[in-house]
């Protein structure tokens, strides 16, 4: 890495990692964590009411790694969910940059030291994004893009705003309001949503992948949307009020349509999984709200294709939009 010293004055970046029921996944990630070339770094660790070992393994690890140019806070948060845990860790962030990131997946050594190359090489940017590798459940991996510049459609098509992905300012965390902890599921996209809302200065950095996503049995989102259609439906509500009151009214009917998109594929997704009945109300409840012919029908054919197991939908219906 060129670019930066290895040794700050002080630290200009913060590392926040939620936990729950992890004792045995964390491991791995602390390790990829404490490997970092970068110094000074902040680590903030929040317990979310694990249930087993996971507090003192946390513990632990913050005895033997804690130091002057190291630092490791260890917080509790009693209440349910990742969002709570991470606006926990936020409160206590001092450094200039937050970088928020999952207790399964992994950076390679080089990763903070990248993203402060980076934010010195962009002093204007507010967020800084990058490319990261997933590995699915079955071991296979992939490409995983940060789109820069589309990145209101990437982030509700393809998460580009997931946690993994990108370091922000901590004024533009705060700013936006912090995790919204009502928001169960997909919080990432959520929050994503609010900070795009900003307009904020946002940079692509190039380079090897030197982050690896980890996908687990347990994750979140597990492999049926079908389950819980109650949690995504709100998440999207929420992220229509933000669409509705924050976003640019020149870009707001736009982005609307990029949202109902993801609704009928979401209804798609539904029926795919044997939940006719829910996939055919949330596909109404869209068709319903659209006063153009053109895009109900283009709504329609994203949840026919989806529901009879078609990939890449929101590829395929990009260049209408």
């Not at 992890?22 to 970092?36: D, Y």
């Not at 079955?138 to 705003?161: C, K, P, Y």
């Not at 990108?166 to 936006?176: D, E, I, K, N, S």
Request: hydrophobic share 40%; with cysteine; charged share 25%.
């Amino acid at each position: 890495m060129t670019g930066t010293s290895a040794h700050q004055s002080a630290p200009e970046l913060t590392i926040i990692i939620p936990v729950y029921n992890r004792e045995t996944i964390v491991t791995a990630t602390l390790k990829s964590i404490v490997e970092q070339t970068l110094r000074p770094l902040n680590i903030i660790l929040v317990d979310n009411n694990s249930t087993d070992n996971t507090f003192y393994v946390l513990q632990e690890w913050k005895r033997v790694n804690d130091s002057p140019d190291f630092r490791i806070t260890l917080l509790t948060e009693t209440k349910p969910g990742a969002a709570a845990a991470r606006n926990r860790g936020l409160d206590a962030v001092t450094t200039p940059y937050t970088m928020f990131f999952d207790s399964d997946d992994l950076m390679l050594p080089g990763h903070c030291h990248r993203v402060i190359n980076g934010v010195h090489k962009h002093p204007d940017a507010d967020i800084l994004g990058w490319d990261c590798r997933s590995r699915a459940i079955d071991g296979n991996t992939f490409l995983v893009r940060f789109g820069a510049e589309d990145i209101f459609w990437n982030n509700l098509h393809q998460g580009s705003m997931a946690t993994q992905r990108y370091v922000a300012r901590t004024t533009l965390f705060r700013q936006a309001g912090g995790w919204n902890e009502r928001c169960m599921g997909w919080n990432d996209i959520e929050i994503g949503t609010r900070l795009l809302a900003m307009n904020p200065k946002i940079v692509r950095l190039s380079g090897d992948i030197s982050v690896e996503i980890i996908s687990l049995e347990n994750s979140i989102t597990g492999k049926s949307f079908s389950a819980k259609p109650a949690v995504w439906e709100h998440s999207m509500e929420l992220i229509e009020d933000t669409i509705k009151s924050k976003v640019n009214p020149r870009l707001r009917d736009k982005y609307l349509r990029f949202l109902n998109l993801r609704r009928a594929i979401l209804a798609g997704d539904y029926s795919r999984e044997g939940a006719m009945n829910d996939g055919k109300r949330l596909l109404q409840t869209v068709i319903d709200g659209e006063e153009s012919a053109f895009y109900r029908r283009i709504y329609s054919a994203a949840y026919r294709y989806r529901a009879l197991g078609g990939r890449g939908t929101h590829k395929i219906f990009r260049f209408l939009f």
